[in-house]
């Protein structure tokens, strides 16, 4: 059984405006020790439906609809008391933006003690020494544990709240947007890392990110996601040698690749659909230049175009591209 | 015209001081910099993309800035020459003449004012020496004459000095306007003063890089595309105003312009607000733009669509861009030349394919590999460098790469590595490529240390020498 199973979970949002359907039916498991990732533009609903996993939505967020089962529990239905047991225990977040995500009038060592002391029976002392094998791990002197936050530089800090998230050695770590603001070095270095603890101690990664190309070198699955639905997922190799919808050819052509010939990055023309009103048919057909009758007047479903291979298109369902 | 240079940066310098404290800083032997950028020097030529990368904190933002002289250069040469008739330019050379001769004016009025005035005095002196002979003693007199004699010499000085100082002013301005040897007027836009900088800015402008932050968000489109021409007092009416706010964004691909003119940032999507930035530094109708960063805050769906805007400006307008990326793999798609900055110095320089496909600098080759592939088969070895963003304020002796560098040798600890041409205008800067003044030096240096350790064996031994010993 895998460790993770969403399935047709839908997370809403109440605004003035009306209802946004952030993540509208979007299912996806993951196993023990893999990774994968979630991909799209800004606003397509990766980051809420990672939120939707720790069960950490702001307050006008809720699951509509459908389940997260972890390792065999039911997230949606779980009660705060236990849930707040289960996570950073089980399962934890590496949140967007380290440089602003640790507290600067706290040192990042306590910062690190302070969940291990809430989750297991252990001393202070064990605590501390466990926080030095953890910096230790990510790759930061043990010494450094008793400085502040702003001591550190972004890769640094970027590590810390790695090292915050192995805390309790999680079976499950979502890294939302892990190294959007970093350098080219140090992101190449942040993600080894991830890379070599996800080996090292058989991780379930989730790896949130609009830079596909990151993904590519990191994860053997990927999720793409466009306004709040999954329109293909699959592994690495097939959607990036044969992207089949639409919206990932145009997303992967986005990408000038430095070792490949020289051609210019494709827009994809147009704007991601208002999700208060979304259209009735496929989310995608407004941008779509292979766009058809039946686009706007029927949701694609999710198919199974070759084995482990899913995307949600019409045409490609019909054969046509 | 198209191989003719728009713009000549030459050895510029940007240090910033830096401050300990008063104690300290009086204390100090040296006053110590923070030199972010350091002897850089390259030139573009009109209608040529030229793009700077490098990690953050290289001086790739700076540089781009000291040449707009939005961060004050510390030294160095920023020379701009535009085509021969360019109305902009010949106004800002009228203008420049203007100063010139109203300095002139000034100066000779301090001249001769002090000679008149020292000629004055010493005939009232004379004057008053007589009454006083006339008169007797009488102390008040005497007093008087003694100011008087006082008053007279820095009056002479300050006005000598004032004629000084337009001589000198004259002597800058002139120097300011240079000219080419293809006989372009040019600019040294280091040595024009704030009124004349303004002309100089209406042909170089800046695209900035985050377009969430850099727009007034309590400003309309138009109040923000209009407000060059209006710091620049360029239009005469609103309508003239207004026709030009509306070509610009016309221009940026803002169409109609009246659709997008009275709305607020806030209102207008991530891409769009960089086309506003844009058609800010179009309505001046500049020649050369400078572009820190302008897609790395943009989505990835809408990077190509800003790239494509800024080609069809080029061959539209006739622009030419200082393109600053971090990004090696948009810098190889969109430019036609590179140059890699290291800690403030650009350390290879050349056409694009020539650095993406056979990079010279170990620095170069080790950002080339860690760019991230969208390409979950590739299998390449990544050079990936220790440490974080080296520091500007204790730069290393020798090459400024050698603590990182995979390949250091000795000599990269203590010479600095001299431009070494690879190809016709591709060089870097790196001892690799000259194995000749390597094997010389290390012959060199192995004399010089023998002949040290001699020195040290025959030294006599001191007291200290054995204290040391014991410890």
Redesign the interface.
């Given at each position: 059984m895998a460790l993770l199973e969403v399935s047709n979970l839908k997370t809403y949002f109440t605004t003035l405006e009306g209802t946004v359907q952030a993540v509208d039916d979007v299912s996806f498991e993951l196993d023990k020790g893999t990774a994968m990732g979630l991909a799209g533009?800004?606003g397509c609903g990766k980051t809420t439906a990672a939120l939707s996993i720790m069960r950490l939505l702001p307050s006008n967020g809720y699951i509509k609809q459908g389940s997260i089962t972890f390792d065999g529990k039911n997230i949606v239905k779980m009660n705060p008391v236990k849930l707040r047991r289960t996570r950073w225990k089980e399962m934890s977040i590496v949140f967007q933006g380290a440089m602003n995500a640790l507290n600067p009038v706290k040192r990042v060592g306590d910062q690190i003690v302070e969940p291990i002391l809430l989750h297991e029976k252990v001393t202070e002392a064990t605590a501390r020494k466990r926080t030095k094998e953890l910096f230790e791990l990510v790759g930061i002197s043990p010494d450094r544990i008793d400085d502040y936050p702003h001591e550190f530089?972004g890769?640094?800090r970027q590590r810390v709240m790695i090292a915050m998230a192995l805390a309790c050695w999680p079976k499950l770590i979502i890294a939302d947007e892990p190294t959007t603001a970093l350098?080219?070095?140090?992101?190449?270095?942040i993600?080894?890392l991830l890379k070599n603890l996800q080996k090292e101690l058989d991780l379930a990664l989730i790896m949130i990110s609009?830079?596909?190309?990151?993904l590519?070198?990191t994860c053997e699955f990927l999720c793409i996601m466009y306004a709040g639905k999954i329109v293909e997922k699959g592994s690495?190799?097939h959607i990036?040698?044969h992207p089949r919808h639409p919206y990932t050819r145009?997303?992967?052509a986005?990408?000038?690749?430095?070792?490949?010939e020289?051609?210019?990055?494709?827009?994809?023309?147009g704007?991601p659909p208002n999700l208060i009103h979304p259209p009735i048919g496929c989310r995608f057909s407004d941008r779509c230049k292979y766009k058809q009758q039946i686009c706007d007047q029927k949701e694609p479903p999710l198919f199974e175009f070759e084995p482990g291979h899913y995307v949600a298109c019409h045409l490609v369902q019909k054969g046509v591209i | 015209m198209a191989d003719t240079d728009i713009l000549r940066v030459e050895n510029l310098n940007v240090w910033f001081q830096m401050r300990e404290g008063f104690f300290k800083d009086l204390l100090a032997k040296k006053q110590r910099y923070a030199k972010a950028v350091d002897g850089v020097s390259f030139n573009i030529k009109k209608g040529e993309i030229f793009c700077l990368v490098g990690?953050?904190g290289c001086g790739k933002t700076t540089t781009g800035k000291g040449i707009l002289r939005l961060i004050e250069p510390t030294s160095g040469s920023v020379i701009f020459a535009d085509e021969k008739e360019d109305k902009v330019m010949g106004d800002l050379i009228k203008s420049v003449e203007k100063t010139y001769e109203t300095e002139e004016r000034i100066g000779k009025f301090a001249f001769f004012g002090s000679l008149f005035a020292s000629l004055a005095t010493i005939a009232m002196s004379i004057n008053l020496a007589l009454t006083i002979v006339n008169l007797g003693e009488n102390e008040l007199v005497r007093i008087l004459l003694g100011l008087a004699c006082l008053f007279e010499a820095p009056i002479l000085f300050a006005s000598s000095r004032r004629y000084n100082r337009a001589l000198k002013a004259i002597q800058e301005k002139t120097r300011a306007i240079i000219t080419l040897e293809d006989g372009r007027p040019a600019l040294d836009v280091r040595k024009l003063d704030r009124s004349e900088l303004t002309y100089a800015r209406q042909r170089i402008q800046m695209i900035f890089q985050d377009p969430y932050e850099s727009l007034n968000p309590k400003m309309t489109v138009f109040d923000i595309v209009a407000e060059p021409l209006v710091v620049n007092k360029i239009c005469k009416n609103e309508k003239e105003k207004e026709d030009r706010v509306k070509k610009a964004l016309n221009d940026a691909g803002l169409r109609p312009p009246e659709f997008f003119m009275w709305r607020y940032p806030h209102q207008v999507?991530g891409g769009q607000r960089q086309r506003v930035g844009i058609a800010g530094t179009l309505v001046l109708d500049p020649s050369l733009l400078v572009a820190d960063e302008p897609i790395s805050m943009l989505?990835?769906?809408?990077?190509?669509?800003i790239?494509?805007l800024m080609?069809d400006l080029r061959d539209k307008k006739r622009l030419t861009y200082l393109f600053i990326t971090?990004?090696?793999?948009?810098a190889?798609?969109?430019s036609d030349r590179i140059g890699v900055m290291y800690l403030g110095r650009i350390v290879e320089m050349g056409p694009?394919?020539k650095i993406?496909k056979n990079p010279k600098h170990p620095y170069t080759q080790?950002?080339?590999t860690?760019?991230?592939?969208?390409?979950?088969?590739?299998k390449?070895e990544?050079i990936?460098?220790k440490g974080?963003?080296p520091d500007p304020t204790n730069i290393p002796k020798g090459c400024r790469f050698h603590p990182r560098c995979p390949y250091v040798m000795e000599i990269c600890e203590h010479e600095q590595p001299a431009e070494t041409e690879v190809e016709a205008g591709h060089w870097a800067e790196c001892f690799l490529l000259t194995p000749e003044i390597v094997d010389k030096w290390n012959k060199e240096w192995a004399v010089k240390k023998e002949e040290e350790k001699m020195k040290k064996i025959t030294a006599p031994i001191t007291p200290k020498d054995k204290e040391k010993k014991k410890k």
């Open positions: 533009e800004s530089s890769g640094m350098d080219v070095m140090i992101q190449a270095q993600i080894r609009h830079d596909l190309s990151v590519a070198e690495s190799v990036f040698k145009g997303l992967v986005a990408f000038p690749n430095i070792k490949g020289k051609f210019m990055p494709e827009p994809i023309p704007n | 990690e953050s999507s989505d990835v769906s809408i990077r190509g669509d790239l494509k080609l971090h990004d090696l793999s948009v190889y798609v969109f694009t394919e993406i080790a950002l080339i860690v760019v991230p592939k969208p390409d979950p088969t590739a390449e990544k990936i460098l974080e963003r």
